[in-house]
């Protein structure tokens, strides 16, 4: 029976049967449908439909529960001898609650509580379903809860391991989206269970696409073919498939790959709370000027990520260098030639208790479910905080052990790939540097050549648009004696367009060009190049992607420096 309901219904079901649980959080994916398999066809269930006809249908009574709608009930017969015992009570101890009902979380238990004793008594067999409990014990410092939330959660405690309620056909489940929302203490509790429903993979896509749609009808809204559609809308839940089917043949949209994409991006950057960016590109690594070694290394991973090889791709990268060296564009290009995703995390941490910790869950979840995708975390020094932090009850260091535990998860190799970018590697904690996470460290520097200096100009020269009178490179790039970065090429090029427009010009003469190189000078922060620089030096963990002039430098002598270089800056 159980065989034909998904993974979590039938670990869920094991472990009631061992009679030594009889309390579950449910969490996950909790607002989709549940896929049910009869024979060769499948139904599809809101969740609490799932639970209260499939999962518990055959228990005498099943109850619901949330903080809106109170206390409802699966059936009418069910409600009847509620109300019955109800009127009983009130006639007992002169209460009144037949003729309204509390709904505040300690009146409904209270409540509950005496209807599910004497029910049990009469051997019947009862489930009771919490929606939305993180509302109800929501996650809280024990100091600062508040003496509803304190006495609600002694109620489900209780309920947890009652010799009455564990000995009888009892059960409590309750909802939350997010673990992490939910009062601690009733997670760790250890006669509670939690089990995740997880985002449908692409074979259950492919299988609700399928059953949804008859094939000429899907052939009438979409160019997409089915198993490419399944593919595509990795992240997405049966209702969020739904609705895009639904909308093609409402409003006789037909899907094609350009606006799948940009629905599939639009529905899971709303669905991440918009703590997720999708980072679009038409670019490739052909068009990131100079770093030969270091594309052809990234183009090598390429190639694995495209032929499957998933076991050898590296878990992450940290890529460093001095500001301006194009870290971001670099990735970003990466990501436009392997054609997978690309996302930015934004900030996802909150003022408010809790609710940093249930953010970065869903976000880790919906990664999971999107792979294959590239994650981007730009300033990655100080966006991802480290396990020593303090002043904020904890909530640095949780979160930096939920992002450490979840890149260092073996099975995501291939299928998620971390890019950490900063420019100072050093103030980054070696938890997150180690192999098994950021294990390839790459390095980018200002171009050292003629040729990656003339390259990284025509780079420039396209990105900024400047129209000129005839190919011409400027004396001082042609010198070398002034080291460019790409941003500072291209702000030194934009000042050339400045000037022919101020000079009422159309094109820019290689003149203006000379005029405005030799007159310009790079913001000069050089102790802090120089650090920036060094600490890049003795992160690279492959001496083929340095420079030629890094490459023999003395290692102790490189720290010493880098140390000096700290001392100076403080």
Same mark, same amino acid.
């Given at each position: 029976?159980?065989?034909?309901?998904?993974?979590?219904?039938?670990?869920?079901?094991?472990?009631?049967?061992?009679?030594?649980?009889?309390?579950?959080?449910?969490?996950?994916?909790?607002?989709?449908?549940?896929?049910?398999?009869?024979?060769?066809?499948?139904?599809?269930?809101?969740?609490?439909?799932?639970?209260?006809?499939?999962?518990?249908?055959?228990?005498?009574?099943?109850?619901?529960?949330?903080?809106?709608?109170?206390?409802?009930?699966?059936?009418?017969?069910?409600?009847?001898?509620?109300?019955?015992?109800?009127?009983?009570?009130?006639?007992?101890?002169?209460?009144?609650?037949?003729?309204?009902?509390?709904?505040?979380?300690?009146?409904?238990?209270?409540?509950?509580?005496?209807?599910?004793?004497?029910?049990?008594?009469?051997?019947?067999?009862?489930?009771?379903?919490?929606?939305?409990?993180?509302?109800?014990?929501?996650?809280?410092?024990?100091?600062?809860?508040?003496?509803?939330?304190?006495?609600?959660?002694?109620?489900?405690?209780?309920?947890?391991?009652?010799?009455?309620?564990?000995?009888?056909?009892?059960?409590?489940?309750?909802?939350?989206?997010?673990?992490?929302?939910?009062?601690?203490?009733?997670?760790?509790?250890?006669?509670?269970?939690?089990?995740?429903?997880?985002?449908?993979?692409?074979?259950?896509?492919?299988?609700?696409?399928?059953?949804?749609?008859?094939?000429?009808?899907?052939?009438?809204?979409?160019?997409?073919?089915?198993?490419?559609?399944?593919?595509?809308?990795?992240?997405?839940?049966?209702?969020?498939?739904?609705?895009?089917?639904?909308?093609?043949?409402?409003?006789?949209?037909?899907?094609?790959?350009?606006?799948?994409?940009?629905?599939?991006?639009?529905?899971?950057?709303?669905?991440?709370?918009?703590?997720?960016?999708?980072?679009?590109?038409?670019?490739?690594?052909?068009?990131?000027?100079?770093?030969?070694?270091?594309?052809?290394?990234?183009?090598?991973?390429?190639?694995?990520?495209?032929?499957?090889?998933?076991?050898?791709?590296?878990?992450?990268?940290?890529?460093?260098?001095?500001?301006?060296?194009?870290?971001?564009?670099?990735?970003?290009?990466?990501?436009?030639?392997?054609?997978?995703?690309?996302?930015?995390?934004?900030?996802?941490?909150?003022?408010?208790?809790?609710?940093?910790?249930?953010?970065?869950?869903?976000?880790?979840?919906?990664?999971?479910?999107?792979?294959?995708?590239?994650?981007?975390?730009?300033?990655?020094?100080?966006?991802?905080?480290?396990?020593?932090?303090?002043?904020?009850?904890?909530?640095?260091?949780?979160?930096?052990?939920?992002?450490?535990?979840?890149?260092?998860?073996?099975?995501?190799?291939?299928?998620?790939?971390?890019?950490?970018?900063?420019?100072?590697?050093?103030?980054?904690?070696?938890?997150?540097?180690?192999?098994?996470?950021?294990?390839?460290?790459?390095?980018?520097?200002?171009?050292?050549?003629?040729?990656?200096?003339?390259?990284?100009?025509?780079?420039?020269?396209?990105?900024?648009?400047?129209?000129?009178?005839?190919?011409?490179?400027?004396?001082?790039?042609?010198?070398?004696?002034?080291?460019?970065?790409?941003?500072?090429?291209?702000? *030194? /090029?934009?000042?050339?367009? $400045?000037?022919?427009?101020?000079?009422?010009?159309?094109? !820019?003469?290689? +003149?203006? &060009?000379? @005029?405005?190189?030799?007159?310009?000078?790079?913001?000069?922060?050089?102790?802090?190049?120089?650090?920036?620089?060094?600490?890049?030096?003795?992160?690279?963990?492959?001496? *083929? /992607?340095?420079?030629?002039? $890094?490459?023999?430098?003395?290692?102790?002598?490189?720290? !010493?420096?880098? +140390?000096? &270089?700290? @001392?100076?800056?403080?």
């Amino acid at each position: 029976m159980i065989e034909k309901y998904p993974h979590w219904a039938q670990e869920l079901a094991k472990k009631y049967l061992s009679r030594t649980l009889n309390q579950f959080v449910i969490h996950g994916n909790v607002n989709d449908l549940v896929s049910i398999k009869d024979e060769d066809k499948h139904r599809y269930l809101r969740l609490k439909t799932f639970m209260a006809e499939e999962f518990f249908g055959a228990r005498d009574i099943v109850l619901f529960y949330d903080r809106a709608s109170g206390i409802y009930f699966r059936d009418q017969d069910s409600q009847r001898d509620f109300n019955r015992a109800l009127a009983g009570r009130d006639s007992l101890i002169g209460t009144e609650y037949a003729k309204k009902l509390p709904k505040d979380p300690v009146g409904a238990f209270n409540v509950l509580e005496q209807y599910i004793r004497s029910r049990l008594d009469q051997k019947k067999s009862i489930a009771l379903i919490v929606d939305f409990a993180e509302t109800i014990v929501p996650v809280n410092e024990a100091g600062s809860t508040g003496s509803e939330d304190r006495n609600a959660l002694v109620y489900l405690l209780k309920w947890a391991h009652d010799p009455l309620f564990l000995a009888a056909d009892f059960t409590t489940v309750l909802f939350t989206e997010n673990l992490s929302d939910l009062n601690r203490t009733l997670v760790q509790n250890p006669y509670s269970s939690e089990l995740k429903i997880p985002l449908p993979n692409e074979s259950d896509r492919l299988s609700y696409i399928a059953q949804e749609c008859h094939p000429d009808t899907y052939e009438e809204i979409s160019e997409v073919p089915k198993p490419v559609m399944a593919q595509m809308t990795a992240g997405l839940g049966f209702l969020k498939l739904k609705s895009i089917l639904q909308n093609a043949v409402q409003n006789s949209e037909k899907i094609t790959f350009d606006s799948l994409t940009a629905i599939k991006k639009e529905m899971i950057e709303a669905e991440a709370y918009g703590l997720l960016e999708f980072v679009t590109t038409d670019a490739t690594l052909d068009n990131v000027a100079g770093h030969k070694n270091v594309k052809k290394h990234l183009r090598h991973a390429v190639e694995a990520l495209k032929s499957g090889r998933h076991d050898v791709i590296p878990m992450g990268y940290l890529v460093c260098g001095p500001v301006g060296t194009g870290k971001t564009y670099m990735v970003t290009c990466f990501s436009g030639e392997v054609g997978i995703p690309m996302v930015k995390l934004k900030n996802f941490r909150s003022q408010w208790q809790g609710v940093t910790e249930g953010n970065l869950e869903k976000i880790l979840s919906l990664l999971k479910a999107m792979s294959p995708v590239a994650v981007m975390i730009d300033e990655a020094d100080a966006y991802l905080g480290d396990r020593a932090a303090s002043g904020d009850s904890g909530v640095s260091s949780r979160v930096f052990s939920q992002i450490a535990t979840f890149m260092s998860d073996t099975r995501n190799r291939g299928r998620i790939l971390w890019f950490l970018m900063t420019a100072r590697p050093d103030l980054m904690p070696i938890d997150l540097k180690r192999q098994g996470r950021a294990e390839e460290h790459i390095a980018l520097f200002p171009p050292e050549t003629e040729e990656e200096r003339i390259e990284l100009f025509d780079a420039m020269k396209k990105k900024t648009g400047i129209k000129v009178t005839e190919n011409h490179i400027p004396k001082t790039v042609l010198k070398g004696n002034t080291h460019y970065s790409g941003a500072d090429m291209e702000a *030194a /090029l934009t000042r050339a367009k $400045f000037k022919t427009a101020s000079e009422d010009l159309e094109e !820019t003469t290689p +003149q203006i &060009l000379d @005029q405005v190189f030799e007159d310009f000078l790079p913001p000069t922060y050089p102790e802090e190049v120089e650090l920036q620089t060094l600490t890049a030096v003795s992160e690279c963990t492959s001496k *083929a /992607l340095l420079p030629e002039r $890094f490459r023999k430098l003395d290692r102790n002598k490189i720290l !010493t420096r880098i +140390q000096e &270089l700290k @001392q100076t800056i403080r």
